[in-house]
């Protein structure tokens, strides 16, 4: 399986998931955990008045986040209709003045935006997963824009977490493709397209390999954790504890520190690491 990046083809793929991606993040209990263990490392690491670039803005989700965070924001995505949804989103929750633009851009090249730019840099979600064997150039990318001392924050699809959450999803496609390609997905983390939800490949990572690439960058990781864990396969307490404002608060205060523990980072559907740009980078 050897799967490259297709910058319009993923383009395509998430115009045509629209809101879905704006809704995916309450439709499970454990997505909406994540949304909050997300939410909780941009709470630690994002300052008031820090000029934020957020690659793979989407639909806006953590724009909004950050903007009530008092973030300055700069939103890139590759699908025009996610940034549609994204300025529609913004604006509704009534911080679009918390977004200084809003752009067509790719992470694997950032060249319109200088070294050391932002005080820090979100990308949350797929964009990592989906760039594929460009994954590299990606991160340098984002690392270079980030100014030292700031924090580029990251997410990835974790590859032995979304076993673990999917797994009866997983028998259904062997029954459907066989056995052979679920152990190439296992050996190799590549999706292809005949096995992703949104029709378009990703790749999806271990902590290892993900730990090897962000100490490539010459940064320090900060902070590591899985985004979803004790809730995963939990949904009716999970939703019963929902109810209960302050049984819910203490159960994410569980879940956040369980999601930090080293035998824990893998176990999520995602995975969200944190480096610090050291004073004296010079990414090239």
């Known amino acids: 399986m050897d799967l490259s990046y297709d910058r319009e083809q993923t383009a395509r793929a998430y115009d045509a998931y629209g ?3 704006w809704a995916r993040h309450e439709t499970t209990p454990f997505n909406r955990v994540s949304f909050e263990v997300h939410r ?37 995505d590759i ?17 679009g003045s918390a977004v200084e633009d ?10 319109a935006y200088a070294d050391a730019s932002f005080d820090a840099v979100v990308c949350y979600g797929g964009p990592l997963s989906h ?9 340098r990318e984002l690392i270079r824009v980030t100014a030292p001392g700031g924090h580029l924050l990251v997410g990835v699809m974790s590859l032995h977490g979304s ?10 496609e062997i029954q459907e493709f066989g056995i052979d390609e679920m152990e190439a997905i296992n050996a190799t983390g590549d999706l292809p397209t005949h096995h992703s939800s949104l029709g378009t490949p990703a790749h999806l990572f271990s902590w290892d390999e993900l730990r090897t690439k962000l100490e490539r960058l010459d940064g320090d990781i900060v902070a590591a954790s899985a ?21 819910w608060a203490r159960f994410l205060a569980w879940e956040i520190r369980s999601c930090a523990q080293p035998g824990a980072i893998d176990a999520g559907t995602h995975m969200i690491a944190v480096v610090r740009r050291r004073a004296s980078d010079r990414p090239g």
């Not at 300052?47 to 890139?76: H, K, M, Q, W, Y």
């Not at 699908?79 to 911080?95: D, I, K, M, R, Y």
């Not at 809003?102 to 060249?111: F, H, K, N, P």
């Not at 985004?227 to 209960?244: H, K, P, T, V």
């Open 19 to 21: 809101e879905k991606e």
């Open 40 to 76: 909780h490392y941009l709470e630690r690491f994002i300052r008031p008045g820090d000029r934020v670039l957020e690659a793979g803005a989407a639909s806006g989700r953590f724009t909004v986040e950050l903007a009530r965070l008092g973030a300055r924001i700069v939103a890139i």
């Open 79 to 95: 699908s025009p209709g996610q940034l549609e949804l994204n300025a529609a989103n913004v604006a509704a929750a009534g911080v």
């Open 102 to 111: 809003r752009e067509l851009a790719d992470i694997v090249d950032l060249a």
């Open 131 to 139: 760039v594929l064997d460009r994954a590299d150039d990606a991160l």
């Open 163 to 172: 076993l673990h959450a999917f797994l009866e999803a997983a028998d259904a």
């Open 227 to 247: 985004a979803n864990f004790l809730s995963i396969g939990n949904d009716e307490l999970c939703e019963r504890w929902r109810q209960d404002p302050a049984m």
